[in-house]
């Protein structure tokens, strides 16, 4: 059943065993796992069913630095649905590494392992349509295509160039679900419903009730048994630190660690040249239809004897201002990026003319695939990629970053629409997070430079940006309250009916986009709970 929030009355009151607060990947997922289990089921949503300015705005906050790190209304989408109706489907699960405790990364170490979570990777695969739970090329693609190697000629002991990044459709979770959660007679969802406070009782031990509003400013309460929050890894953390009337740090804060080791993702980005045209830099398709793409990564055991975190590498389009790509399409999009910025003297524009002149059936055939295969098709065709003439291409390296307790969200004195205090995030970087995919780069430049297989030229030293999207870290995961905010069932530290399905609860980070394991934790999280109910 769907339900408009702003209909109502004042004061009301709705009971329920399980209320979810969040329809995004996390949450939508929960209340599907919970379908007809007997469990009456409440899913809140703060937006409607498209994006909207006036809830969207509920988003913004303060950012220390927006140099690093983007304005928090960024990538975040207040409606139902929630980031996946607008991410690009990038799937990879976390590796061992990531769940260890390794010496030289602080506060690294999950209370779960990798094994404990496959079970649920293998079902969120299902909710991403990325096909089997395998990334082994040799399972995935057809002949000749698994026979070929991405880099010819490389050989490395030490690195791997078999690696393989999924890419989901991009599922839209409320596009997929919505049917089936109108139609499932456990579960209403209730749209244009802001969580403002999570209410204690006076023990502080359990959630008594949620006040909720819409922007109509109608406040009434949810009552249930069990709670879950599922609103993202930014917005959880801030119902924790306004819900401050029993725990006045707010909940799950009695050791300052709520809004701590707030951590992204960085990258950095060089320029690498190959002797030849054979590399493969192109999305390829699995047996199951689903894109792929072939990555690169230093073998863990080289990871921990360098003091490397974890990371991966790819390749991307060459750079567009050089024009010995020779590629119409890098032209065409530079070409219109200097007369917008009116930055194009003539020398650049003619020689960036000249590769469109001699190249346009590319711009007529590139015109025909982004028809097909990225407008017309459901499953779309991801970023694209662009095959240089020049065999040069840049090299992007995904990389971790270390849980840091001070990178930290907080509560700012700016307030919105319901007097509710903002967030304000002041995202911080240490050496190491620097210094690793600047030695990640050196080790793939070693190896390709001594098997002759392609050429890093430029290895720059560029200042860390936040990779936008990824919100991590906040309420992390541990076995005790002194190390962490929830237990190894996501359930909050101390309060014994609330839990979190979030990118907030992640120890460390890795490289790897969160979405799928933001899924999996979800899918963990729904079994652990129907054992109350069994």
């Keep these: 059943m769907l339900i408009d929030a702003r209909k109502l009355t004042q004061d009301q009151t709705i009971t329920c065993d399980i209320c979810i607060i969040g329809a995004g990947a996390a949450g939508i997922t929960l209340a599907h796992e919970l379908r007809d289990s007997g469990m009456e089921v409440v899913l809140l949503e703060s937006g409607g069913m498209k994006f909207e300015d006036e809830t969207q705005d509920l988003n913004r906050g303060n950012v220390v630095d927006l140099r690093v790190h983007g304005a928090l209304e960024d990538y975040r989408r207040r409606r139902f649905g929630g980031a996946t109706t607008a991410w690009g489907g990038r799937c990879v699960p976390f590796d061992q590494v990531d769940f260890e405790s390794r010496p030289y990364v602080p506060h690294s170490g999950w209370p779960i392992t990798k094994g404990d979570l496959d079970p649920y990777y293998a079902r969120a695969h299902v909710y991403c349509d990325i096909g089997s739970y395998t990334y082994k090329i040799t399972d995935l693609l057809s002949s000749p295509e698994r026979e070929k190697t991405m880099i010819p000629d490389f050989k490395s002991a030490d690195i791997s160039i078999d690696k393989l990044y999924l890419f989901s459709p991009p599922t839209n979770f409320g596009k997929k679900y919505l049917d089936i959660l109108q139609k499932s007679s456990n579960i209403k969802v209730y749209l ?4 403002l406070q999570i209410m204690l009782t006076p023990e502080g031990d359990q959630v008594n009730y949620l006040k909720v509003a819409s922007l109509r400013k109608n406040e009434f309460s949810v ?4 709670y879950i929050l599922a609103a993202g890894g930014l917005e959880v953390t801030r119902l924790l630190l306004l819900s401050n009337n029993v725990q006045h740090q707010g909940i799950g804060n009695q050791y300052d660690l709520v809004g701590r080791f707030y951590m992204c993702h960085v990258y950095h980005r060089s320029e690498v040249k190959f002797p030849n045209s054979h590399v493969i830099s192109d999305y390829e398709k699995t047996f199951q239809k689903v894109y792929c793409l072939r990555a690169i990564s230093i073998n863990e055991n080289v ?23 020779k590629n119409a399409i890098l032209s065409a999009i530079h070409l219109a990026n200097l007369l917008k910025n ?3 003297n003539y020398q650049q524009i003619s020689q960036h003319l000249k590769n469109i002149v001699f190249d346009f059936d590319s711009i007529l055939k590139f015109s025909a695939k982004w028809i097909n295969k990225r407008i017309i098709s459901q499953r779309k065709l991801p970023p694209v990629l662009l095959k240089s003439d020049a065999n040069t291409y840049t090299l992007r390296i995904d990389s971790e970053q270390i849980p840091n307790p001070f990178s930290r969200v907080t509560l700012s004195d700016q307030r919105d629409n319901f007097g509710l205090k903002r967030l304000k995030v002041d995202w911080q970087y240490t050496d190491l997070d620097v210094d690793s995919p600047i030695k990640t780069a050196q080790l793939i430049k070693q190896a390709l430079t001594q098997s002759d297989a392609g050429q890093i030229r430029l290895l720059p030293n560029t200042i ?4 936008g999207g990824h919100h991590l870290g906040t309420t992390r995961m541990a076995s005790s309250p002194v190390h962490g905010v929830v237990d190894e069932n996501c359930q909050v530290h101390g309060v014994n009916n609330l839990y979190i399905a979030s990118s907030s609860i992640f120890p460390t980070s890795s490289y790897a986009n969160p979405t799928l394991t933001i899924v999996a934790i979800a899918i963990r999280l729904a079994d652990y709970i129907k054992r109350f109910y069994s």
């Design 192 to 195: 244009y419903a802001n969580c």
């Design 223 to 226: 009552s249930a048994k069990q």
């Design 303 to 325: 990871q921990k004897q360098h003091q490397l975190l974890n990371h991966r590498a790819y390749l991307e389009r060459p750079d567009s201002s050089d024009t010995s790509h």
């Design 342 to 344: 009116k930055q194009a």
């Design 464 to 467: 860390p940006k936040a990779l």
